[in-house]
């Protein structure tokens, strides 16, 4: 069964310094992986995904991820904070494939993230 | 597009009444998620349909709780009775289906916040 693992459940970053979320995945093959966040009283809006392709991912205000196979992580990165930054953040994956597996997410425990001035 | 549309967005009801939870994925979209947030469990996949045919109910918890699609915009999840440890945030999302293995994103809807006095 797929699993996902998010080491931290809070991060607290200053702003302009780097975001590092760590998310590590377990699967007998290359899944698909994506990130999602979710701000407060909000549903969840994707960041990126990988699923084929060029292993470093760039998603939207910033972020980027890079897929590495040796490691089984999927770890997201923005270079320099800020405060609307902060808000919980999910790592997600998915068999690859039609039907079973392929259809569902499986998500991880969620990252608080906080900004501080 | 509006997005995924739920309502209501909050819910509040005593312990033995019936709950009703709707949701309208996004025009075109024929696959449809029901998922349950809370604290202790984390983003958990109830049910899924693919044309409105329900294809895997293993993650709902028992069998107060059911869902329909009756048709291709519209998709109810409701529990009776209801009971305090329902209370959650309940995420509906939608994804397209191109007949491609390519990793499609789902896209959730805001989420209806139920309390269960």
């Known amino acids: 069964a797929q699993s996902v693992t998010q080491l931290g459940s809070h991060v607290s970053v200053s702003e302009g310094a780097l975001v590092l979320l760590r998310c590590n995945y377990s699967?007998?093959?290359?899944?698909?992986l994506f990130w999602y966040v979710q701000y407060p009283n909000q549903g969840l809006q994707l960041l990126l995904k990988?699923?084929?392709?060029?292993?470093l991912v760039k998603g939207i205000n910033g972020f980027e991820a890079e897929f590495k196979k040796s490691e089984t992580s999927f770890h997201l990165t923005k270079p320099s904070a800020h405060m609307s930054d902060a808000a919980e953040y999910f790592c997600a994956v998915s068999d690859r494939g039609l039907t079973g597996g392929g259809n569902k997410l499986t998500f991880g425990t969620g990252t608080q993230l906080k900004v501080e001035l | 597009d509006a997005g995924v549309i739920q309502s209501p967005r909050h819910e509040v009801t005593e312990m033995g009444q019936e709950v009703t939870l709707r949701c309208k994925p996004i025009?075109?979209?024929?696959?449809l998620f029901w998922y349950r947030q809370t604290m202790m469990r984390g983003l958990e996949l109830l049910i899924y349909?693919?044309?409105?045919?329900?294809?895997?109910d293993s993650g709902m918890p028992e069998d107060r709780f059911s869902a329909k699609m009756p048709n291709a915009s519209f998709s109810t999840l409701k529990i009776q009775p209801s009971e305090p440890r329902d209370s959650a945030v309940y995420f509906c999302?939608?994804?397209?289906?191109?007949?491609?293995?390519?990793?499609?994103?789902?896209?959730f809807g805001p989420g209806t916040r139920l309390l269960v006095l």
């Open positions: 999302a939608s994804r397209y289906n191109r007949g491609l293995d390519i990793g499609e994103t789902q896209y």
């Open positions: 349909f693919n044309n409105n045919v329900p294809i895997d």
């Open positions: 699967s007998s093959v290359p899944p698909y």
């Open positions: 990988y699923t084929t392709g060029a292993t």
């Open positions: 025009s075109g979209h024929d696959y």
